[in-house]
């Protein structure tokens, strides 16, 4: 048996401008935070193998610091002598932007479908892959046969990809996604497979059956987001996955997973109406009363189409600790009967 750690949508770069043109606490590090620490059990030798599912960045332009920094903390497990494998998801546009720190011969990059060839504690190991596909509902099986993976002669086959699944939910509100265009059909993942393992959806789960409640050939594993991404996630669990995985000769046992948590910070929406606004102390005592690291969306509702907003960004800032991020949202005003 070996063990291996799946992380995915680390998204470095998320709230973290090239050239920031307002002084204001910057979530990029917190990514950046519970991405060194998703590696943590990888730098400590306890596991063989780190695959990660994709969205390594946020955006697809990455400077040349920015892929730096993503790099550097696989790289060094690299040099420790750890394998580490990487599908592009569709943040970074299916590639990932890095044509000489990705050469090193443990840190692997699929560029397209593929196969490679791990023996961890002398395990005969296939991990197939392949860069985000558009249209993946239409194209996985193709996709799949690609890579090669079935082919490969293997105690345990793996496939990681980027990449929505029959039956994963997303949301407060549990949306399903059902097959289509770009989902992949529960019906259309092969035998032969110790487990799928997948990014792009942030919300932790392990899907077992598709919808119409038929078994899936493999559990398909999404270790879910590193940190939360929107306020749709305010609700979710975030961290890593660990796995133990034995050999047969189906393919191979998924034999235990475990979701190592992260510390998110909090996420709180706070509603105000127009006709009820509190002053600037009052407002200042309710956000004190809040996790002084949460980030909060303050939205006011009923502002007549004339009427100003009563706070800017910068005074919501002023009244919050340091240690704060906030927002303000407005919902559309109607139009009044002058405008009409």
Same mark, same amino acid.
């Given at each position: 048996?070996?063990?291996?750690? &799946?992380?995915a949508?680390?998204?470095? %770069?998320?709230d =973290?401008?090239?050239r920031p043109?307002?002084?204001?606490?910057?979530?990029g590090?917190?990514? &950046?935070?519970?991405?060194?620490?998703?590696?943590?059990?990888?730098?400590r030798?306890?596991?063989? @193998?780190?695959?990660?599912?994709?969205?390594l960045f946020?955006?697809?332009?990455? /400077?040349?610091?920015?892929? $730096?920094?993503a790099?550097?903390?696989?790289?060094?497990?690299?040099?420790r002598?750890?394998q580490?494998?990487l599908?592009?998801?569709n943040h970074?546009?299916?590639r990932?932007?890095?044509p000489?720190?990705?050469?090193h *011969?443990l840190?692997?990059?699929?560029? $397209?479908?593929?196969?490679l060839?791990?023996?961890?504690?002398?395990?005969?190991?296939?991990l197939?892959g392949?860069?985000?596909v558009?249209?993946v509902g239409?194209?996985?099986r193709?996709t799949l046969?690609?890579?090669? &993976?079935?082919?490969q002669?293997? $105690?345990?086959?793996?496939?990681?990809?980027?990449?929505?699944?029959?039956?994963?939910?997303?949301g407060?509100?549990?949306?399903t996604?059902?097959p289509?265009? /770009?989902?992949?059909?529960?019906?259309?993942?092969?035998?032969?497979?110790?487990?799928?393992?997948?990014?792009?959806?942030?919300?932790?789960q392990?899907?077992?059956?598709?919808l119409?409640?038929?078994? &899936?050939s493999?559990?398909?594993?999404?270790?879910?987001?590193?940190?939360?991404?929107?306020?749709?996630e305010?609700?979710?669990p975030?961290?890593? =996955?660990?796995l133990?995985?034995?050999?047969?000769?189906?393919? %191979?046992?998924?034999v235990? +997973?475990?979701l190592?948590?992260?510390?998110?910070r909090?996420?709180v929406?706070?509603?105000?109406?127009?006709?009820?606004?509190?002053?600037?102390?009052?407002?200042?005592r309710? =956000?004190a009363?809040?996790?002084?690291?949460?980030?909060?969306?303050?939205?006011?509702? %009923?502002?007549a189409? /004339? +009427?100003?907003?009563?706070?800017?960004?910068?005074? =919501?800032?002023?009244?919050?600790?340091?240690?704060?991020?906030?927002?303000?949202?407005?919902?559309?005003?109607p @139009?009044?009967?002058l *405008?009409?």
């Open positions: 048996m070996f063990r291996l750690l &799946l992380l949508d680390t998204h470095v %770069g998320f =973290l401008p090239r043109r307002v002084k204001r606490r910057r979530r590090d917190d990514f &950046l935070r519970n991405y060194r620490l998703a590696l943590e059990p990888a730098r030798g306890e596991v063989d @193998l780190v695959v990660h599912g994709g969205d946020h955006r697809r332009d990455a /400077d040349p610091g920015l892929v $730096q920094l790099l550097e903390p696989l790289l060094e497990l690299a040099e002598g750890v580490v494998a599908v592009p998801g970074e546009g299916s990932i932007p890095c000489l720190l990705c050469r *011969a840190l692997h990059v699929f560029r $397209q479908p593929g196969t060839a791990f023996t961890p504690r002398g395990i005969a190991v296939a197939g392949f860069p985000f558009r249209q239409l194209n996985f193709k046969s690609r890579s090669g &993976l079935l082919q002669a293997a $105690q345990v086959r793996l496939l990681v990809m980027h990449q929505s699944v029959e039956g994963a939910k997303v407060p509100v549990d949306f996604f059902r289509g265009r /770009d989902v992949v059909r529960g019906a259309d993942l092969p035998a032969g497979l110790a487990a799928v393992m997948s990014g792009h959806i942030h919300h932790h392990v899907l077992t059956h598709d119409r409640g038929k078994r &899936l493999a559990p398909v594993l999404y270790p879910g987001s590193v940190e939360r991404t929107a306020f749709a305010r609700g979710e975030k961290g890593y =996955l660990l133990d995985i034995a050999p047969d000769a189906a393919g %191979g046992t998924l235990r +997973q475990r190592v948590r992260l510390p998110a909090p996420m929406l706070l509603e105000l109406s127009a006709q009820d606004l509190p002053g600037e102390p009052e407002l200042r309710r =956000l009363d809040l996790p002084n690291d949460a980030v909060v969306r303050l939205t006011i509702h %009923g502002l189409p /004339d +009427q100003p907003a009563p706070f800017s960004a910068m005074s =919501l800032r002023a009244l919050c600790p340091p240690t704060m991020n906030i927002e303000l949202r407005l919902p559309p005003r @139009l009044s009967a *405008a009409v």
